[in-house]
């Protein structure tokens, strides 16, 4: 019986030894580190604020330049409409890129990603001969819906996933004879396929109105949470980055069997374009726009400053190489291998970063699963 | 506890009241029908045992699968009526092997989803089947009046009480490491990610918080299992039991039942008369003035038996001694050790197929795993292993002849920087499964 309280207190006393004991430590020795101060909420609120609202703001105001020069391309289909078609049509996709990583709240319930740029997932078996993956269109589709002139575009499968977004309209703007081929058919397809894009990003860029206050009121890291989507989006991004963007048709899981026509944005020939976009924007994530309050700031409070400057040259090595690929990608991928190879090397390297050393350091959580804690 | 005084056979059969036994199968049974529902609810029964295409099985029950269609719907139906069935004390000795049967085959079916309280389950729930929990009320003593009995040998009370001290100390001893005690690591990585707490939330960035939950949880996992043990120590220890689990529970919820199931078995520990006050509370309880004693036959089996359990018991949690290596870093001897909420370990894994001509390919982890699979197994060697062995046997049916798998993989562990975790130039699908140290794992 005694023994028990010589434990009890044995136990009370190293505890308050430690309590003393650290608390030196931290006045004589991590007084610099400012992790005190750091501001989860003021984080979420620049994310929401300065990245994500006026990123759906800007994508609003992109589409319905698109729309109107969609229109001047269909009213007069020539070769000098359709040029300026391209610079309305990359400048839209280019602002989605800037907003792809968003793909939580209202954009996920949207289903935003797979209606306006669909990737095929990442759990999808790419090396497939004939099979709609990665950044495939559906052609055949497109053709029988523009044929029939029935047709739904609001049920959330492959299939229709595949018939639409900026892919399609790439497909029906630049594809073989798009010009020539123009008819009142096509051109009413073209009509749905623009509002479709028009109404989504309305609706998830109003959504956001809302859905703010619970962005940024929400400071915890679990699944779902929005500390956690960040993170497990910058890693997401990487993952579609290394396989359906560059990786997979490069042929790195076909044996070097190389799919050009699954290409990102294959019709518009801007793929580097847009997967340096998508890249540069998970950078900005990364780092919060350079404000001082993103996710990089985060790892800095929390005595990762060396992690954070590693990752940083890391995403400036995987852009450069990535921007010394010359598009169209599609051709690139035979003519300029060592180019691709180079660049899915800086690729891997970032992804590995951002998901052990980052997400291990933000103790952010990937499965809703219970665990014992590793 | 551990005097030999206390194992010795007239100790462990000496007759003691029955009542923490009655009221440790009443909650034991309706906490595990609660924790059924749960799993149900989550959608997890679809999610790890139906979707997964491959699963990652354990040594030497590579035979054990999933059952196909509703099976495995029909298996949790049975679980949850067998729990039930031991809270109501009806047709206990069937339950109890129902409930065993069901319970540990599901957690054998995929090793991603070990955790040490399943693990805990089925052996209690092992021992549930030969203890007589349901000798006084229970709906068998209702329709057999005959059954009942007032008291029970030592040792059927004594076996929980031991699992439980298992539980606490090897977790205690498990947390006396460097980076736990003098680094407060793990939990200078994990409590900066709960600021949103409140009134806590905003200590969590301070370093010595870090160093008082690491030592406050050593030395209550190390010790509390005595004061539960020590009658007069017992409701104080167990009021920390409630404040320590309500706490965990608070600051990882991710760590699902563990912190209940520990607060509802610490009930143990109690004595007789606790528990006596506490089913007299219950409807139709009614304390039997003549004293029945429950007695088994060959004592003297049962007391080997006890006794070589509780060797294994202390032996497995010690087993990675036998291994060479740091123990977080490779993990052999990790698992059926108690190690809960012990270490910060991610990875990224690449895998190669390469045939005969040297043309290599990338595996895409995705369209085998679920992110919960890839992420368990992207840490641990045995799992890599297992998988490396079945995209040999997949890519063999796809028609790549003789082939080789190799992986580059990444694992940072407790906030030091991600590092190669084993060797890229071994061809995994020619490494041997065994208990074995894997020499091609890169050392710490």
Redesign the interface.
């Known amino acids: 019986m005694r023994s028990f309280f010589l434990l009890l207190s044995f136990a009370i006393l190293s505890v308050s030894c430690l309590f003393l004991s650290c608390n030196k430590d931290k006045k004589t020795g991590d007084n610099n580190n400012n992790t005190n101060g750091f501001d989860k909420t003021a984080m979420l609120t620049q994310y929401a604020d300065q990245l994500i609202i006026p990123g759906y703001q800007k994508m609003q105001e992109q589409v319905s330049a698109l729309q109107t020069a969609s229109e001047a391309f269909i009213s007069t289909p020539s070769a000098t409409t359709q040029n300026e078609l391209k610079t309305a049509f990359t400048a839209a996709y280019l602002q989605y890129q800037r907003v792809a990583a968003f793909q939580f709240g209202p954009a996920e319930t949207a289903l935003l990603d797979a209606y306006v740029n669909y990737s095929g997932g990442l759990d999808y078996n790419f090396n497939t001969d004939g099979e709609l993956t990665g950044f495939s269109v559906d052609t055949a589709t497109i053709e029988a819906n523009i044929s029939s002139g029935s047709y739904t575009l609001t049920e959330p499968t492959r299939k229709t996933f595949y018939a639409q977004g900026f892919p399609a309209l790439g497909y029906l703007y630049f594809g073989d004879n798009a010009v020539t081929r123009l008819d009142s058919k096509r051109a009413a397809y073209i009509r749905s396929l623009t509002d479709r894009l028009k109404a989504l990003t309305d609706k998830v860029s109003g959504d956001w109105n809302a859905y703010r206050s619970t962005f940024i009121s929400n400071t915890q890291t679990n699944v779902g949470s929005p500390i956690g989507n960040l993170v497990n989006q910058l890693a997401y991004q990487m993952d579609i980055l290394k396989g359906p963007r560059i990786g997979w048709p490069f042929g790195k899981q076909s044996n070097g069997v190389v799919f050009a026509t699954k290409c990102e944005g294959y019709y518009a020939g801007i793929s580097v374009a847009l997967a340096v976009e998508n890249l540069s924007s998970l950078r900005k994530l990364y780092t919060a726009g350079n404000s001082g309050k993103g996710l990089s700031d985060y790892l800095v409070a929390l005595n990762q400053g060396t992690l954070n400057s590693d990752v940083l040259s890391q995403f400036d090595a995987a852009i450069g190489k990535l921007s010394a690929i010359p598009d169209p990608l599609s051709q690139s991928l035979t003519t300029q291998t060592a180019a691709v190879d180079a660049a899915y090397k800086e690729i891997q390297k970032l992804l590995t970063l951002l998901k052990t050393d980052v997400a291990s350091a933000t103790a952010v959580q990937i499965t809703f699963m219970d665990n014992d804690g590793d | 506890m551990f005097s030999s005084g206390s194992i010795s056979r007239p100790a462990l059969f000496k007759p003691v009241p029955i009542a923490p036994l009655v009221s440790f199968r009443i909650a034991f049974g309706l906490l595990m029908f609660l924790s059924i529902l749960r799993f149900w609810y989550?959608g997890?029964v679809s999610?790890?045992y139906i979707l997964p295409r491959f699963h990652f099985t354990y040594f030497g029950f590579s035979w054990i699968r999933p059952l196909p269609g509703i099976g495995m719907h029909l298996v949790f139906c049975c679980m949850a009526i067998a729990a039930l069935c031991l809270t109501l004390g009806w047709m206990y000795r069937s339950a109890a092997v129902l409930f065993f049967l069901t319970f540990t085959y599901v957690e054998l079916i995929d090793v991603t989803?070990?955790?040490?309280h399943y693990y805990f389950i089925s052996l209690v729930a092992f021992w549930m089947i030969w203890l007589p929990a349901n000798r006084s009320y229970s709906l068998d003593v209702w329709f057999r009046p005959g059954l009942k009995k007032t008291m029970v040998p030592a040792w059927t009370i004594g076996i929980i009480r031991f699992q439980m001290g298992v539980v606490y100390f090897f977790a205690g001893i498990a947390k006396l490491n460097p980076d736990w005690m003098l680094h407060a690591i793990?939990m200078k990585?994990?409590l900066?990610?709960k600021?949103?707490l409140p009134l806590v939330g905003r200590f969590m960035?301070?370093?010595?918080v870090a160093?008082?939950f690491s030592?406050?949880g050593a030395?209550y996992d190390l010790?509390i299992v005595?004061?539960l043990w020590?009658k007069?120590?017992t409701p104080y220890a167990y009021c920390f039991v409630v404040l320590f689990h309500a706490a965990t529970a608070l600051f990882?919820?991710?760590?699902?039942?563990?912190p209940y199931i520990m607060i509802v078995c610490s009930t143990i520990f109690f004595p007789a008369t606790a528990h006596e006050r506490f089913l007299s509370k219950l409807p139709f309880y009614k304390k039997e003035e003549q004293p029945t004693i429950f007695r088994y036959q060959k004592e003297k089996l049962i007391h080997k038996i006890l006794l070589i359990y509780v060797l294994l018991q202390l032996l497995i949690p010690m087993r990675y001694l036998l291994y060479p290596g740091h123990l977080f870093w490779h993990e052999e001897g990790y698992r059926f050790s108690w190690?809960?909420?012990?270490?910060?370990?991610?990875?990224?894994t690449?895998f190669y197929v390469q045939?005969r001509n040297g043309?290599?390919?990338?595996?895409?982890n995705?369209?085998f795993l679920t992110?919960?699979q890839e992420?368990m197994m992207s840490?641990q060697p045995d799992l890599i292993l297992q998988y490396a062995h079945f995209l040999a046997e997949t890519y063999r049916q796809r028609g790549v002849e003789h082939p080789e798998v190799y992986a580059q993989i990444?694992?940072?562990l407790n906030?030091a920087?991600?590092r190669l975790f084993i060797d890229s130039a071994v061809n995994l699908a020619a490494q041997p499964v065994s208990l074995q140290h894997y020499k091609w794992v890169l050392p710490y």
């Open positions: 989550r997890w999610a790890v989803t070990y955790l040490n793990p990585i994990w900066p990610a600021t949103h960035y301070e370093t010595w160093y008082l030592w406050f030395i010790f005595f004061f020590n007069r120590t990882f919820p991710g760590i699902g039942m563990f190690r809960v909420m012990l270490m910060e370990k991610s990875g990224a690449f045939d043309h290599r390919q990338e595996v895409n995705a369209a992110p919960l992420k840490t990444y694992v940072a906030g920087r991600s």
